[in-house]
Each structure stands twice: as structure tokens, then as C-alpha cells.
């Protein structure tokens, strides 16, 4: 047996001889979306808050006020006594926003997909998911020990030809998919796949962590569609264009009422604080007061796109595929001397061959800034 730290370091140096070892930076994220890093100011092109609601004064009042009265923990499980009233306020709101019955706010959205997703299916049941999927929806499906098969990336027609093949061998069936892919920043042809889940008696669900406040006038991905595409497991973050914490599923009322008796990460992890429950109902009155202030993360990925060349975005998220990763590195820090922060993407986050550079865009960029971007992009040669 080799010792343990032994064994870490062996490990962490084979994963830094591929490029991929990771370096968590200190960041400090300042109030108009800026951050600092090492002592240095750089414009970030990769939040997620993004409306800016982190630091909005009328969400911060809410967190501040909730805070005050409330306290800053919810001192047990929502089971015991951690199920504050502002929980109950929040879900009733997202079920109202969302068209469903029902809601369940989990701890994050990563806790919502391996709590909800195992909940529903088993060990005799089959999952199809997008190839793209977020990371936690794997992560998810991995735990209910079922049949996991996976289709190409938004390919309707491969996804009913393994539908075709398999799902009759099995009980119960989900189909799975992001619904603006976080790393591609494309739509899922949410309205197929309501049409294919019902004709094939599948569950269809979809993660609109980038969604909300986002898309389809800030209610999310399911509003780019008219008619609404029929989802019965609606899932989402209170952590992105909500500028809080927390994740959340909305539902029927069986559906919900069964989540909240069986989801483990629901039952053995302690309650949201009601602070984040109070920061995310403030959000979701500006987003739904602010239909114009919503589109302005799209608008801003627009102009980028254009002064590019890029293909028109269908969301805030740009990527633009480098492939090799040390390249993209290389990128991410020449962009980064130029004062702009961009994460380079790697795999396991992506796949093999398609490194990124991933670019968000956010309420307050300025246009300014955004074509300063395009100029540095095009000096260093990354896209000519
Ligand atoms: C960020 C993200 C999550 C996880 O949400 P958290 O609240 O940050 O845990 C889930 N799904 C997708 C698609 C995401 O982008």
C-alpha cells in the first residue's frame, strides 16, 4: 500500500501532464460584475449571475432583512424544523412561474438532480439522455442503477431510434436534457421531445439552469416555444440569473409530495437559509417586472457573435471551440494580459478534442467592453 499523500501526488502529476490539473484562483466579484484576482481588475466573461442580481440593492435588502429576522442558518433538515415559511412562499411562486402544480427547493441544483432523478426511476428502469448533459444529470442517473443510454447531441431522430430498440424491455422511462446546454449555450428542441416523451410514455425532463430570467422573456427555454412543449419534471438553479443559492424542481403535486418523502438529498441535508429563499422571491419579482432588463445578457451575446462572426447565439453562453487544450490555456491567459477573464474549458467538462474558451454574457457588460473583447480576440489570432 502506498501512503495516501503519496498516491495524491502520483495522481495529481499524471492529471498535470495532460493539461489537466485544476488551480482554484481567489476571486472577488465586485458589484457591476467585475472581479479581482491577484490585486488585479478584470472584466469577467464568466458568471453566471447573469442579471447581476448577486448585488442588486433591492435582493441584497431582502437577504439583509430575511438575515435579520431570521437568522443565517435554518438549523436543521426541512423535515425537522428547517422548513421556513419563505420555502414554502418560494415554491409556491416557481410552480405559479414554471405552469405546475407544485415546486420543491432543494440545497443547490447539482442536490435537486441526485435527489430527484433516483427518486423516480430504479434499477429495472432506462434513462435517455442528451450527450451534453450537465454533469449532475449524469451524476443522477448513475445513482438509480437502471439503463443509461445516452443520444447524440439534440439528434431527435437517434434519440427514437434507441426509444424504438429499448424502452419497451423496461418499466419506466425518463428522457433527460439541459435546456440551454451550459456549455454549448444551445436550445434543446424542447417541443420534440414533449411530442416524443408522450408518444413513447416517457418522462421528460429538462435542467434550465440557464434559463430562467434568461430566455423566453426571463421565464426561461420552455417559453422560446409556442405552444409550450408539454415537461412534467421542470428543473433549475436559484444560483444563476437569481443571483442566490439553492436549486429547485416544479412538478405535479403527487410528483412533488413524492420528492419531498424519498429525495435523500431533500431529507438528510439541512434547509436552505431563509436568507437565499428571500434573495430568490426579490429576483423573481424583478425578472418578471423587467422583461427588457432580461433580454440584455442575449443582446450583449449578439453583438459579440456579430463582431465575430460567430453564429447567432440562442442564449448568453458563447463558446468557441479551440479543441486542443493547451492552446486554449494559452488563450484564456493572453485574453486575461488583456484584462479580460474568460475560464478556458477542459475536458472532463467537455469532450475530448472540443477545449473552449466559454464565454457568459451579463446585463451590465458594455458594449464597450464587449468589443474590446472582439479586438483582443482577433489580435491574438484565435478567431481571424
Ligand atoms: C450550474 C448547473 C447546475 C447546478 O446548479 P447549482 O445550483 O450550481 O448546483 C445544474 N445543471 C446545469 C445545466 C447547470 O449549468
Same mark, same amino acid.
Given at each position: 500500500?502506498?501512503?495516501?499523500?503519496?498516491?495524491?501526488?502520483?495522481?495529481?502529476?499524471?492529471?498535470?501532464?495532460?493539461?489537466?490539473?485544476?488551480?482554484?484562483?481567489?476571486?472577488?466579484?465586485?458589484?457591476?460584475?467585475?472581479?479581482?484576482?491577484?490585486?488585479?481588475?478584470?472584466?469577467?466573461?464568466?458568471?453566471?449571475?447573469?442579471?447581476?442580481?448577486?448585488?442588486?440593492?433591492?435582493?441584497?435588502?431582502?437577504?439583509?432583512?430575511?438575515?435579520?429576522?431570521?437568522?443565517?442558518?435554518?438549523?436543521?433538515?426541512?423535515?425537522?424544523?428547517?422548513?421556513?415559511?419563505?420555502?414554502?412562499?418560494?415554491?409556491?411562486?416557481?410552480?405559479?412561474?414554471?405552469?405546475?402544480?407544485?415546486?420543491?427547493?432543494?440545497?443547490?441544483?447539482?442536490?435537486?438532480?441526485?435527489?430527484?432523478?433516483?427518486?423516480?426511476?430504479?434499477?429495472?428502469?432506462?434513462?435517455?439522455?442528451?450527450?451534453?448533459?450537465?454533469?449532475?444529470l449524469r451524476a443522477g442517473s448513475d445513482m438509480t442503477g437502471g439503463?443509461?443510454?445516452?443520444?447524440? %447531441?439534440?439528434?431527435?431522430?437517434?434519440?427514437?431510434?434507441?426509444?424504438?430498440?429499448?424502452?419497451?424491455? %423496461?418499466?419506466?422511462?425518463?428522457?433527460?436534457?439541459?435546456?440551454?446546454?451550459?456549455?454549448?449555450?444551445?436550445?434543446?428542441?424542447?417541443?420534440?421531445?414533449?411530442?416524443?416523451?408522450?408518444?413513447?410514455?416517457?418522462?421528460?425532463?429538462?435542467? @434550465?439552469?440557464?434559463?430562467?430570467?434568461? /430566455?423566453?422573456?426571463?421565464?426561461?427555454?420552455? %417559453?422560446?416555444?409556442?405552444?409550450?412543449?408539454?415537461?412534467?419534471?421542470?428543473?433549475?438553479?436559484?444560483?444563476?440569473?437569481?443571483?442566490?443559492?439553492?436549486?429547485?424542481?416544479?412538478?405535479?403535486?403527487? /410528483?412533488?409530495?413524492?420528492?419531498?418523502?424519498?429525495?435523500?438529498?431533500?431529507?438528510?441535508?439541512?434547509?436552505?437559509?431563509?436568507?437565499?429563499?428571500?434573495?430568490?422571491?426579490?429576483?423573481?419579482?424583478?425578472?418578471?417586472?423587467?422583461? @427588457?432588463?432580461?433580454?440584455?445578457?442575449?443582446? %450583449?451575446?449578439?453583438?459579440?457573435?456579430?463582431?465575430?462572426?460567430?453564429?447567432?447565439?440562442?442564449?448568453?453562453?458563447?463558446?468557441?471551440?479551440?479543441?486542443?487544450?493547451?492552446?486554449?490555456?494559452?488563450?484564456?491567459?493572453?485574453?486575461?494580459?488583456?484584462?479580460?477573464?474568460?475560464?478556458?474549458?477542459?475536458?472532463?467538462?467537455?469532450?475530448?478534442?472540443?477545449?473552449?474558451?466559454?464565454?457568459?454574457?451579463?446585463?451590465?457588460?458594455?458594449?464597450? @467592453?464587449?468589443?474590446?473583447?472582439?479586438?483582443?480576440?482577433?489580435?491574438?489570432?484565435?478567431?481571424?
Amino acid at each position: 500500500m502506498i501512503s495516501l499523500n503519496v498516491f495524491a501526488k502520483e495522481k495529481l502529476d499524471a492529471l498535470s501532464s495532460q493539461g489537466l490539473k485544476r488551480d482554484i484562483q481567489v476571486t472577488e466579484r465586485l458589484p457591476e460584475g467585475n472581479v479581482i484576482r491577484e490585486g488585479r481588475e478584470l472584466i469577467s466573461f464568466c458568471c453566471n449571475d447573469y442579471l447581476n442580481l448577486s448585488h442588486h440593492p433591492k435582493v441584497i435588502q431582502a437577504a439583509k432583512e430575511a438575515t435579520g429576522q431570521y437568522g443565517t442558518g435554518a438549523g436543521a433538515s426541512r423535515l425537522i424544523t428547517g422548513n421556513h415559511p419563505l420555502l414554502a412562499k418560494l415554491e409556491k411562486r416557481l410552480a405559479q412561474i414554471k405552469g405546475t402544480e407544485d415546486a420543491c427547493v432543494f440545497g443547490t441544483g447539482y442536490m435537486t438532480n441526485i435527489g430527484i432523478i433516483p427518486t423516480l426511476t430504479g434499477a429495472q428502469d432506462i434513462i435517455f439522455l442528451d450527450e451534453l448533459c450537465h454533469a449532475c444529470l449524469r451524476a443522477g442517473s448513475d445513482m438509480t442503477g437502471g439503463k443509461i443510454l445516452y443520444f447524440r %447531441h439534440n439528434d431527435m431522430g437517434h434519440l427514437q431510434e434507441l426509444i424504438t430498440q429499448n424502452r419497451h424491455k %423496461h418499466p419506466n422511462a425518463m428522457i433527460i436534457t439541459d435546456g440551454i446546454f451550459s456549455m454549448d449555450g444551445d436550445l434543446a428542441p424542447l417541443d420534440i421531445l414533449g411530442r416524443i416523451a408522450n408518444e413513447n410514455d416517457c418522462w421528460l425532463m429538462s435542467d @434550465d439552469a440557464h434559463g430562467l430570467g434568461v /430566455v423566453g422573456g426571463g421565464m426561461g427555454s420552455r %417559453h422560446m416555444f409556442d405552444p409550450l412543449p408539454d415537461i412534467p419534471l421542470q428543473m433549475g438553479t436559484l444560483s444563476k440569473a437569481l443571483g442566490s443559492f439553492g436549486g429547485y424542481i416544479c412538478a405535479s403535486k403527487p /410528483v412533488i409530495d413524492l420528492i419531498k418523502t424519498r429525495a435523500r438529498s431533500l431529507i438528510y441535508t439541512t434547509a436552505l437559509p431563509p436568507a437565499n429563499a428571500a434573495a430568490a422571491l426579490a429576483a423573481l419579482d424583478i425578472i418578471e417586472d423587467e422583461v @427588457d432588463y432580461c433580454r440584455r445578457p442575449i443582446e %450583449h451575446a449578439t453583438l459579440f457573435a456579430e463582431l465575430l462572426g460567430l453564429p447567432e447565439p440562442q442564449s448568453p453562453i458563447v463558446p468557441i471551440i479551440i479543441g486542443d487544450t493547451d492552446r486554449t490555456m494559452t488563450y484564456a491567459a493572453a485574453l486575461e494580459e488583456d484584462g479580460f477573464l474568460i475560464t478556458g474549458i477542459r475536458p472532463p467538462t467537455v469532450a475530448e478534442g472540443t477545449a473552449r474558451l466559454r464565454f457568459t454574457f451579463c446585463a451590465n457588460h458594455k458594449q464597450e @467592453d464587449i468589443r474590446a473583447l472582439a479586438a483582443s480576440i482577433k489580435k491574438h489570432g484565435i478567431i481571424t
